[in-house]
C-alpha cells in the first residue's frame, strides 16, 4: 500500500522532473539545430556555472533577485491569487531602495541604513501590490488584469520620474547611492572577485525562512492558506477573505521589491531604468517549479539562476538565447505537467472496478 | 495636420491591435485566457519575416504569419485544453518562448542578434491588412452574436457544463476560437513586420496587452473591443503630433489604455464583467 505521505511528495516532485527532461530534451534539438553536440554544450553550461567560483557567484547573485520575485508569485498563489506584477514591484521597490540610501547622510553606519534601505524597498514593491490587493478585495476586480496593466504603468511612471527629475546626465540611472551599500561576497572570499555576488542573498534567505514558517507556523498563514483551498469555507469559519487577499497581494509585492536591494545596495549603486529586465516574470516560473513552497522558491531560484548564466557560458559555441527558450519550456512543461500527473497518480490508484 | 492625416495615421496604429483584439476577444468569449496575445502576435511578425525572405514576396508574408500564428494558437490549446494546464501560465509560458524562440531563429535563420534584413512587404495604405482589419471587426460580431458557432463559443465560455450537457464538443469548440485567436492576433504582427519591410527583436513592444486591454475595456464585444482600439491609436497619434510641443510626458500617454482598463475592471463607472467561466476549463 502506497502511503499518503509519499503520494504528496509524488505529486510535488515529479512535475518539475518531467519539465526538466522535458526542457533537456528541446535543448538538445536546439543545440543539434546549430549543427553542435548537445554533450559538449552541456558540459560548457555546467562548467560556466557551478565549474569556478566566478559563476557560483553570478549565479548566486541571480537567484537571489529571482528569489524575491518568486516568493512574490508564491505567496499570494497560497492564497488562491495570480500575482503577475512582480516585474514592477521589483522595479518600484528598487527606486525605493535608492530613494532612502541618497537620503541617508553619507556613509551611514551599514547597520543602521541597511534595515532603512531594506525597508524602503519593501515598503516600495508593497505600495504596487496594494493596488490590485486593494481593488480586488473591494470592488473584486480580477488581480490578473490589475497586475499586468499596473505594470505598464507604474514602468512608465518610474521612467518619467528618472528621465525628468532624477538621472546622471546622458543616462538613465540615478547617481551613485553613498549609504547603504552590501558589501561584495569577494571581500569576504577573494575567489568570488569579479562577480555580482553580495551580502543581500542573506536578509533574501532569512526572508524565505521567515515565508515558509508563518506560511506554516502562524496565524495569519493559516488563514491564508485556508482562503487559498476554499474561500468560501474560509468565510464561514469567520476569516476576512478580503483583508487576506489584500494583504497577501500587498506582501508578494513586499517580497517582490525586497529584490531591489540585490541590484540596488548590492550591485550598481542606483537605480537604473529597465533593471528588472523579466526577473519578475521569470518569477512566475520560479514559484510554479518551486510549487509554491518557500524553499523550493529558493530551489527553483538557483535553477533559473544556473540557466540564465549558463547562456553566457555557452554563448561561444550556441547563441544565448538558447537558455530563454529552455527557461519558457520548463514553465510549459511544468505546467501541463502537473495536471496530467496528477491525474495519472489517480488512475493509478484507484482500485480497477469491472464495467457494470 | 489635416484631420485626414490624423485619421489615416490612427488606423495605421490600430491595425495589429485590431488583429489582435478581435482574436482576444475570440478565445476569452470562450472561456480561454488571452495573456499570449503578444506571443501570437511577436511570432506573426516573424512568420512574415520568414515568409516573405523566403517567399520572396510580401503576400508569402502574411502566410507565414498566419501559420506561425495557427501553430502557437495550437500549442496554447494542447497546454491548455487538452493537459489543462493553467491557461495564465500557459500564456506567459508562450510569450516567453517566442521571445527567446524567435530571438534564437534570428541568429539561426540571418546570423543576427537584432534584426532581418530588408524583406518585401506593403507600403502605406497599400497594406491590404488595413483593410482586412476593417472587415474582420464586423464579421467577428455577426460570427458571436448571429451564428451557430458564435453562440455554442459563447456558451462554453458562459457555462461549459450546461453546453456539454447539451452535447456541444467543449474542448474542440475552445480549440477552434483558440487556433484562430492564434491566427488573428499573428496577423497583426504580420502587419508591422510588413509594415516596416523588416523584423526586429521584440518588435510588437507590449501590443499585445494593449490590444487585451481593448478587449476588456471593450467589455469581450468585439466592437467595443474594437472601438477601443482605435481610441488607443487615436491617443498614440495624438502624442506622437504633440511630441514636440511638450505639452504632456509621452510616459503619461503610453499609460492610457492600461489605466482605463483598470479602472473598467475596478468598476468605477460600470463593472467589466469577464465571461463567467473565463480561465475555468471543463473539469474532465
Same mark, same amino acid.
Given at each position: 500500500?502506497?502511503?499518503?505521505?509519499?503520494?504528496?511528495?509524488?505529486?510535488?516532485?515529479?512535475?518539475?522532473?518531467?519539465?526538466?527532461?522535458?526542457?533537456?530534451?528541446?535543448?538538445?534539438?536546439?543545440?543539434?539545430?546549430?549543427?553542435?553536440?548537445?554533450?559538449?554544450?552541456?558540459?560548457?553550461?555546467?562548467?560556466?556555472?557551478?565549474?569556478?567560483?566566478?559563476?557560483?557567484?553570478?549565479?548566486?547573485?541571480?537567484?537571489?533577485?529571482?528569489?524575491?520575485?518568486?516568493?512574490?508569485?508564491?505567496?499570494?498563489?497560497?492564497?488562491?491569487?495570480?500575482?503577475?506584477?512582480?516585474?514592477?514591484?521589483?522595479?518600484?521597490?528598487?527606486?525605493?531602495?535608492?530613494?532612502?540610501?541618497?537620503?541617508?547622510?553619507?556613509?551611514?553606519?551599514?547597520?543602521?541604513?541597511?534595515?532603512?534601505?531594506?525597508?524602503?524597498?519593501?515598503?516600495?514593491?508593497?505600495?504596487?501590490?496594494?493596488?490590485?490587493?486593494?481593488?480586488?478585495?473591494?470592488?473584486?476586480?480580477?488581480?490578473?488584469?490589475?497586475?499586468?496593466?499596473?505594470?505598464?504603468?507604474?514602468?512608465?511612471?518610474?521612467?518619467?520620474?528618472?528621465?525628468?527629475?532624477?538621472?546622471?546626465?546622458?543616462?538613465?540611472?540615478?547617481?551613485?547611492?553613498?549609504?547603504?551599500?552590501?558589501?561584495?561576497?569577494?571581500?569576504?572570499?577573494?575567489?568570488?572577485?569579479?562577480?555580482?555576488?553580495?551580502?543581500?542573498?542573506?536578509?533574501?534567505?532569512?526572508?524565505?525562512?521567515?515565508?515558509?514558517?508563518?506560511?506554516?507556523?502562524?496565524?495569519?498563514?493559516?488563514?491564508?492558506?485556508?482562503?487559498?483551498?476554499?474561500?468560501?469555507? *474560509?468565510?464561514?469559519? %469567520? +476569516?476576512? =477573505?478580503?483583508? /487576506?487577499? &489584500?494583504?497577501?497581494?500587498?506582501?508578494?509585492? @513586499?517580497? !517582490?521589491?525586497?529584490?531591489?536591494?540585490?541590484?540596488?545596495?548590492?550591485?550598481?549603486?542606483?537605480?537604473?531604468?529597465?533593471?528588472?529586465?523579466? *526577473?519578475?516574470?521569470? %518569477? +512566475?516560473? =520560479?514559484?510554479? /517549479?518551486? &510549487?509554491?513552497?518557500?524553499?523550493?522558491?529558493? @530551489?527553483? !531560484?538557483?535553477?533559473?539562476?544556473?540557466?540564465?548564466?549558463?547562456?553566457?557560458?555557452?554563448?561561444?559555441?550556441?547563441?544565448?538565447?538558447?537558455?530563454?527558450?529552455?527557461?519558457?519550456?520548463?514553465?510549459?512543461?511544468?505546467?501541463?505537467?502537473?495536471?496530467?500527473?496528477?491525474?495519472?497518480?489517480?488512475?493509478?490508484?484507484?482500485?480497477?472496478?469491472?464495467?457494470? | 495636420?489635416?484631420?485626414?492625416?490624423?485619421?489615416?495615421?490612427?488606423?495605421?496604429?490600430?491595425?495589429?491591435?485590431?488583429?489582435?483584439?478581435?482574436?482576444?476577444?475570440?478565445?476569452?468569449?470562450?472561456?480561454?485566457?488571452?495573456?499570449?496575445?503578444?506571443?501570437?502576435?511577436?511570432?506573426?511578425?516573424?512568420?512574415?519575416?520568414?515568409?516573405?525572405?523566403?517567399?520572396?514576396?510580401?503576400?508569402?508574408?502574411?502566410?507565414?504569419?498566419?501559420?506561425?500564428?495557427?501553430?502557437?494558437?495550437?500549442?496554447?490549446?494542447?497546454?491548455?485544453?487538452?493537459?489543462?494546464?493553467?491557461?495564465?501560465?500557459?500564456?506567459?509560458?508562450?510569450?516567453?518562448?517566442?521571445?527567446?524562440?524567435?530571438?534564437?531563429?534570428?541568429?539561426?535563420?540571418?546570423?543576427?542578434?537584432?534584426?532581418?534584413?530588408?524583406?518585401?512587404?506593403?507600403?502605406?495604405?497599400?497594406?491590404?491588412?488595413?483593410?482586412?482589419?476593417?472587415?474582420?471587426?464586423?464579421?467577428?460580431?455577426?460570427?458571436?452574436?448571429?451564428?451557430?458557432?458564435?453562440?455554442?463559443?459563447?456558451?462554453?465560455?458562459?457555462?461549459?457544463?450546461?453546453?456539454?450537457?447539451?452535447?456541444?464538443?467543449?474542448?474542440?469548440?475552445?480549440?477552434?476560437?483558440?487556433?484562430?485567436?492564434?491566427?488573428?492576433?499573428?496577423?497583426?504582427?504580420?502587419?508591422?513586420?510588413?509594415?516596416?519591410?523588416?523584423?526586429?527583436?521584440?518588435?510588437?513592444?507590449?501590443?499585445?496587452?494593449?490590444?487585451?486591454?481593448?478587449?476588456?475595456?471593450?467589455?469581450?464585444?468585439?466592437?467595443?473591443?474594437?472601438?477601443?482600439?482605435?481610441?488607443?491609436?487615436?491617443?498614440?497619434?495624438?502624442?506622437?503630433?504633440?511630441?514636440?510641443?511638450?505639452?504632456?510626458?509621452?510616459?503619461?500617454?503610453?499609460?492610457?489604455?492600461?489605466?482605463?482598463?483598470?479602472?473598467?475592471?475596478?468598476?468605477?463607472?460600470?463593472?467589466?464583467?469577464?465571461?463567467?467561466?473565463?480561465?475555468?476549463?471543463?473539469?474532465?
Amino acid at each position: 500500500m502506497i502511503s499518503v505521505r509519499w503520494l504528496h511528495w509524488a505529486d510535488l516532485v515529479l512535475p518539475p522532473l518531467v519539465a526538466l527532461a522535458v526542457a533537456l530534451v528541446a535543448g538538445d534539438l536546439l543545440i543539434l539545430s546549430y549543427g553542435q553536440a548537445p554533450g559538449s554544450v552541456w558540459r560548457l553550461l555546467l562548467e560556466g556555472t557551478w565549474g569556478n567560483s566566478y559563476g557560483i557567484g553570478q549565479v548566486l547573485y541571480k537567484a537571489t533577485t529571482l528569489t524575491c520575485t518568486g516568493l512574490a508569485v508564491a505567496l499570494p498563489m497560497r492564497a488562491g491569487l495570480f500575482n503577475i506584477g512582480a516585474e514592477s514591484q521589483l522595479a518600484a521597490g528598487a527606486f525605493a531602495t535608492a530613494l532612502v540610501a541618497s537620503l541617508l547622510p553619507t556613509a551611514t553606519p551599514l547597520l543602521l541604513a541597511a534595515p532603512l534601505c531594506i525597508a524602503g524597498a519593501m515598503v516600495g514593491g508593497g505600495l504596487v501590490g496594494a493596488v490590485p490587493g486593494v481593488l480586488r478585495a473591494r470592488y473584486g476586480a480580477h488581480e490578473v488584469i490589475v497586475t499586468i496593466m499596473l505594470n505598464f504603468v507604474v514602468l512608465a511612471l518610474l521612467n518619467w520620474l528618472v528621465s525628468t527629475y532624477w538621472h546622471v546626465p546622458e543616462t538613465l540611472h540615478t547617481p551613485t547611492i553613498t549609504s547603504g551599500q552590501m558589501p561584495r561576497l569577494s571581500q569576504l572570499f577573494p575567489q568570488f572577485h569579479g562577480s555580482a555576488a553580495n551580502w543581500s542573498w542573506l536578509p533574501v534567505a532569512l526572508t524565505a525562512g521567515l515565508v515558509q514558517w508563518a506560511l506554516q507556523r502562524s496565524q495569519a498563514g493559516f488563514a491564508l492558506r485556508a482562503v487559498g483551498f476554499q474561500p468560501l469555507a *474560509a468565510e464561514n469559519a %469567520g +476569516i476576512l =477573505v478580503g483583508r /487576506v487577499w &489584500r494583504q497577501a497581494l500587498t506582501w508578494g509585492g @513586499a517580497l !517582490a521589491g525586497l529584490g531591489g536591494i540585490n541590484f540596488v545596495l548590492g550591485y550598481k549603486g542606483y537605480y537604473e531604468d529597465g533593471l528588472a529586465g523579466g *526577473a519578475g516574470f521569470l %518569477g +512566475i516560473a =520560479v514559484a510554479l /517549479v518551486g &510549487r509554491n513552497h518557500p524553499l523550493g522558491v529558493v @530551489a527553483a !531560484a538557483l535553477l533559473f539562476a544556473t540557466l540564465s548564466q549558463g547562456g553566457l557560458a555557452i554563448h561561444a559555441l550556441v547563441p544565448k538565447q538558447m537558455v530563454e527558450v529552455l527557461q519558457a519550456v520548463v514553465i510549459l512543461a511544468m505546467a501541463m505537467a502537473v495536471p496530467e500527473v496528477r491525474r495519472l497518480l489517480r488512475t493509478a490508484l484507484t482500485p480497477r472496478r469491472r464495467a457494470p | 495636420m489635416s484631420l485626414l492625416h490624423f485619421f489615416g495615421q490612427t488606423l495605421r496604429i490600430a491595425t495589429p491591435y485590431l488583429f489582435a483584439a478581435a482574436g482576444g476577444a475570440l478565445a476569452e468569449r470562450a472561456g480561454v485566457v488571452s495573456l499570449t496575445l503578444e506571443g501570437f502576435m511577436l511570432g506573426g511578425a516573424f512568420g512574415a519575416a520568414i515568409g516573405a525572405w523566403l517567399g520572396g514576396g510580401a503576400w508569402f508574408g502574411i502566410l507565414g504569419g498566419l501559420a506561425v500564428g495557427l501553430l502557437l494558437g495550437g500549442l496554447h490549446a494542447l497546454g491548455s485544453i487538452r493537459f489543462g494546464a493553467d491557461q495564465i501560465v500557459s500564456g506567459v509560458a508562450i510569450n516567453l518562448l517566442v521571445v527567446g524562440a524567435t530571438r534564437f531563429a534570428l541568429q539561426l535563420a540571418f546570423d543576427s542578434s537584432s534584426n532581418s534584413p530588408r524583406i518585401a512587404g506593403f507600403d502605406g495604405f497599400a497594406n491590404p491588412l488595413i483593410w482586412a482589419a476593417l472587415l474582420l471587426t464586423p464579421l467577428l460580431a455577426v460570427l458571436l452574436n448571429r451564428t451557430r458557432l458564435g453562440l455554442r463559443i459563447r456558451a462554453v465560455g458562459e457555462h461549459p457544463q450546461a453546453a456539454a450537457t447539451l452535447g456541444v464538443p467543449v474542448a474542440r469548440v475552445q480549440a477552434v476560437a483558440v487556433v484562430i485567436s492564434g491566427g488573428l492576433a499573428a496577423l497583426g504582427g504580420a502587419y508591422l513586420t510588413l509594415d516596416q519591410h523588416q523584423f526586429t527583436d521584440s518588435m510588437t513592444a507590449g501590443r499585445g496587452f494593449i490590444a487585451l486591454a481593448a478587449v476588456i475595456f471593450g467589455r469581450w464585444q468585439p466592437l467595443r473591443a474594437a472601438v477601443a482600439c482605435l481610441l488607443f491609436a487615436a491617443a498614440e497619434t495624438l502624442q506622437i503630433q504633440l511630441q514636440a510641443t511638450q505639452w504632456i510626458a509621452a510616459q503619461f500617454v503610453v499609460m492610457i489604455p492600461y489605466v482605463l482598463t483598470i479602472v473598467a475592471v475596478a468598476g468605477a463607472v460600470t463593472r467589466a464583467k469577464p465571461p463567467a467561466a473565463l480561465g475555468r476549463p471543463l473539469a474532465s
